[in-house]
C-alpha cells in the first residue's frame, strides 16, 4: 500500500510563495499535479527520485516559478512555489509510482487526497 500525505497548502495573496510536502517512503517516479474547480487534473512537476536518474520536468505554466525536488533525510517530495497567481489556485496531488518525469496523471497509480493551495489577486 502507498501512503503519500500532502501538506503546505493555503491561502496566499498573488506574487507570494507557499512550500508543499509530500511525506512517503521513498518511492520511484513521483510528482506534482493539480486540479482546479471544473477542469482536468494536470501535471505541475515530476522528477526522477531514489538515485534514478534524469531531470525533472515542469509544466509551461510553472516553469521559472515552481521548484520540485526531495529531502532525502526526510523522505519527503517538495514543491516549492513562488510569484504565486491566481491561475495557480488548484488542489495539489503528490503522486508516485509512474513514468519517471511524466506530467500525465494517467502514468502515475498513487495518489495522495490533496492540498488546497488559493491565490488570491
Known amino acids: 500500500q502507498v501512503d503519500l500525505v500532502e501538506s503546505g497548502g493555503g491561502s496566499v495573496q498573488a506574487g507570494g510563495s507557499l512550500r508543499l510536502s509530500c511525506a512517503a517512503s521513498?518511492?520511484?517516479?513521483m510528482g506534482w499535479f493539480r486540479q482546479a474547480p471544473g477542469k482536468e487534473r494536470e501535471g505541475v512537476a515530476a522528477?526522477?527520485?531514489?538515485?534514478?536518474?534524469?531531470?525533472?520536468s515542469y509544466a509551461d505554466s510553472v516553469k521559472g516559478r515552481f521548484t520540485i525536488s526531495q529531502d532525502k533525510s526526510e523522505n519527503t517530495l517538495v514543491l516549492q512555489m513562488n510569484s504565486l497567481k491566481s491561475e495557480d489556485t488548484a488542489i495539489y496531488y503528490c503522486?508516485?509510482?509512474?513514468?519517471?518525469?511524466?506530467?500525465?496523471?494517467?502514468?502515475?497509480?498513487?495518489w495522495g487526497q490533496g492540498t488546497q493551495v488559493t491565490v488570491s489577486s
Open positions: 503522486a508516485a509510482v509512474g513514468v519517471c518525469g511524466s506530467l500525465r496523471p494517467g502514468d502515475y497509480k498513487a
Open positions: 521513498t518511492y520511484y517516479c
Open positions: 522528477m526522477p527520485t531514489r538515485g534514478r536518474s534524469g531531470s525533472a
